[in-house]
């Protein structure tokens, strides 16, 4: 598929990335803080940890989750519990700073595994590997002045949150 950017091979146990296989290269990802689609559609489904950290800044959690009924079959991250929307669609957790002019998430060293790779995807391949995809309506995919989307890129950004979701 054309979103596929790069196969990832893992031990789980070791939490070490064995080796990336690259199928686009000079792809690059500058967040625009627009927040028009990872923010304003929907809200992400929550892995235990992601409950536990929203917790830990003090929020009373049981009034921000719902039953998760939109479970994506190829998702790596199938859990029955997500975060309740607003009314429009927007997460709860979204803010508009009037002084900056962007969006910003009232719980961003909280949020949820899936807040933290997007707007990139991981579908299973098999136990010890994954396809790192992108999601294509994202304004900040292949800009110019983003970051190139390689091995570093990887283990800067998106590592931890693969052992989290794996």
């Not at 800009?143 to 800067?156: A, R, T």
């Amino acid at each position: 598929m054309e979103e596929n950017i790069a196969k990832i091979v893992v031990d789980s146990t070791s939490k070490q990335i064995l080796g990336i296989t690259f199928y686009r290269r000079n792809f690059r990802f500058k967040c625009r803080r627009c927040a028009t689609f990872c923010c304003k559609l929907g809200s992400p489904s929550l892995a235990e940890k992601d409950v536990q950290r929203i917790k830990e800044t003090g929020y009373v959690i049981d009034n921000l989750l719902e039953r998760n009924t939109e479970r994506e079959s190829n998702s790596v991250l199938k859990t029955e519990t997500r975060l309740r929307k607003r009314n429009d669609g927007s997460c709860i957790f979204l803010r508009f700073n009037d002084e900056t002019k962007i969006y910003e998430c009232s719980v961003y060293d909280a949020r949820p595994v899936l807040c933290r790779v997007y707007p990139f995807d991981l579908e299973r391949i098999d136990s010890n590997s994954f396809m790192l995809r992108f999601i294509p309506c994202c304004n900040g995919l292949n800009s110019v002045d983003g970051e190139l989307v390689n091995e570093m890129f990887i283990n800067n950004y998106l590592r931890d949150a693969i052992f989290e979701i794996l």
